[in-house]
């Protein structure tokens, strides 16, 4: 009311004039019960489309060696990283590196190329690699690349695939927190490293999963 007065009547009512009719305003909806539940907490409807899932990691079913990897894009540069693990589950393998890279889906690619000329490289033929880019496995399932230097990485990965009993699978990232770690830091790491032994750091992530 006091809001039309002021735009259609040119008169401009006080603020006691407004605080008396909001307080008549909030009398009337008491002596007349309308808004029952007002002073009420508000429902929250519960929506039956979000469900809690269980990650981990599972290990591979002989003779497959499962490999996790992962790529960490920053402005300042871009580190890779893996894991390889057996049928009973410990490390036999792991490997992390700064890496040259134009963005995050290419450091993905260089950690899937990493991932499989070492098992190339040891005679490693049963393979199953995890990534956590869904964006880089529909890529190399549909042999689209939208950039030169995405094309020229996938197709050295598909030619190598091709060679060997190996399958690309997606993994959620809580379940690929080693890869994580050793992309993280290969961002400040000057040599790439590439060992048998994980060091007592890394051992810890592992024993997490």
Known sequence: MARNKAKFDGQVSTHLQITRNCISFLHKLILYQRFTYICSPPLVERSNSHRVSTVYWSPPTYPYIKINTDGSFAPFGA??????????????????????????????????????????????????????????????????????????WANKIMCMLSTLKARLAFIYREGKQPANWLARNGLYIVESLVSYTPPLSFFCWLEML
């Open 79 to 152: 580190g890779v990283g893996g894991v390889f693990r057996k049928h009973f589950g410990q490390c036999i393998l792991y490997f992390q590196a700064s890496v040259c890279v134009v963005d995050a889906l290419e450091a993905e690619l260089t950690a899937v190329y990493w991932a499989i000329t070492l098992p190339k490289m040891n005679h490693w033929h049963n393979l199953i690699i995890k990534g956590y880019s869904e964006v880089l496995l529909q890529m190399l399932q549909d042999r689209r690349q939208d950039s030169w230097c995405h094309a020229q």
